[in-house]
């Protein structure tokens, strides 16, 4: 039997994490350092970096936690810092995740910290700002470190904290068949080799009320895998097309017929899919039928076997379309993320610590057709991925700008909600695993 089905097993025959001594410590400890974090925050939020090029979020990072007392190791996954914390008595081993990384988006003006960084983004020169929030992830993790290395003395066993570059992918080289970056790269490197935890940790910021967390068991996000498709006809005058095999006219009739792949062929009764073509391209004059035309698009499904079965459907939908049009498809699939699978029995069991932390303000989120590169890490070791709202008070959640948007704004009174999280969720699991052990 797997270590991994053994932990699942033995976290079933648990019952809920209860409060603590250490869990009060925790949330009060986060108190004090609340403020230290909005100015960590803010600092990284005016100075962003884009994925595998974060030098100084790293060097931030690492100096922090050589100022604790803690082990550090540095250029994992290119830019990544991971911090070992040893707990005074000896016992299991559990992760936390942030991710450093910011996007190329041009940020309005506005705040005070509000950035005007610019950065290289696949060769091009482009404005970066921390869209998607990873500026406050950093900052709570940091936070966190902060709080759990003041309670060293009282924890059993270890915590690893995980800075993860690249979650958005890299900068440096655009994605393609065995391209590893972020978490996966981490992972390849030997992340998890010397040391695997026993479980693994995240939040997200999202639109949602301020301090609100949210979190469902099982499938939480997307898996994301790449699409293209050249179509290729036979080129001619355009004013004669029965002379020529049109690749546009085939490219309109495959994108229809993807459409069915979803519609007609995946059971969403068992689970849901998406198949959107973002871009196409082909032909160079109006009077000419060109040779070919070539898309790129996203599948998004939460099922393994939905993902399998939607991509062998869009190949065989592609290529038999085009071939009864006379021309070819060319049709690649590479895969980019996995879907983050929450662990349903460490998520029923740790759930009590995030309705305490966040003062019973929590929710059950819905399906994310976003995804999320933790879901590598939630493979190897049981994981939980949750939600903080971070939406200011008397503003409509839903008419606020979404992540990646230049507009996306957190209100930084939810971060100690963040932060209470994190550490409750650490310290919460090695004391029930120990116990146990």
Wanted: charged share 15%; proline share 6%.
């Amino acid at each position: 039997m797997s270590a991994l089905c053994i932990a699942m097993l033995s976290f079933a025959s648990q019952a809920s994490v209860q409060p603590t001594t250490l869990e009060e410590q925790a949330f009060t400890r986060a108190t004090q350092v609340e403020q230290q974090m909005i100015e960590w925050r803010r600092d990284i939020h005016q100075h962003p970096e884009l994925g595998e090029q974060e030098i100084r979020t790293s060097k931030l990072v690492a100096d922090h936690l050589n100022k604790l007392g803690l082990e550090v190791h540095t250029g994992i996954g290119r830019t990544g810092v991971v911090g070992i914390l040893q707990g005074a008595k000896p016992g299991p081993t559990v992760a936390l995740r942030a991710d450093m990384d910011a996007l190329p988006v041009k940020e309005p003006a506005g705040l005070p910290f509000a950035s005007t960084a610019r950065g290289t983004y696949h060769g091009q020169q482009v404005p970066v700002m921390h869209a998607c929030g990873h500026d406050t992830h950093t900052a709570m993790l940091m936070a966190t470190a902060q709080i759990l290395a003041g309670m060293r003395d009282s924890l059993p066993g270890k915590v690893m904290f995980i800075f993860q570059p690249a979650e958005e992918g890299s900068s440096l080289v655009k994605g393609g068949e065995g391209r590893r970056w972020g978490a996966q790269l981490m992972l390849q490197e030997g992340l998890f080799d010397k040391l695997k935890p026993d479980a693994v940790f995240a939040v997200h910021v999202m639109p949602g009320p301020s301090g609100q967390l949210s979190w469902r068991s099982g499938a939480t996000t997307a898996s994301s895998d790449d699409l293209s498709i050249k179509v290729v006809g036979r080129q001619g005058h355009g004013g004669m097309p029965w002379n020529t095999v049109d690749p546009v006219v085939t490219s309109a009739q495959v994108i229809g017929g993807l459409q069915t792949v979803v519609s007609r062929r995946t059971n969403l009764t068992q689970s849901p899919a998406v198949i959107t073509v973002g871009m196409i391209n082909g032909g160079s004059a109006p009077n000419i039928v060109p040779e070919n035309v070539e898309m790129a698009g996203t599948i998004r499904t939460y099922d393994p076997a939905v993902r399998a079965q939607v991509a062998h459907d869009v190949k065989l939908t592609s290529e038999k379309i085009a071939e009864s049009a006379g021309a070819t498809a060319q049709v690649s699939i590479v895969p980019a993320y996995d879907m983050t699978i929450n662990n349903d029995q460490l998520t029923e069991r740790m759930a009590p610590v995030l309705k305490r932390a966040a003062h019973g303000n929590v929710a059950t989120t819905p399906l994310v057709g976003a995804s999320e590169d933790f879901s590598f890490f939630a493979g190897k070791v049981p994981g939980l991925y949750f939600y903080l709202g971070v939406t200011p008070h008397g503003q409509d959640p839903a008419t606020a700008a979404p992540n990646h948007n230049p507009k996306f704004f957190v209100d930084e009174q939810a971060l100690i909600v963040g932060a209470r999280a994190m550490s409750g969720l650490a310290v919460g699991f090695l004391s029930e695993q120990a116990a146990q052990q």
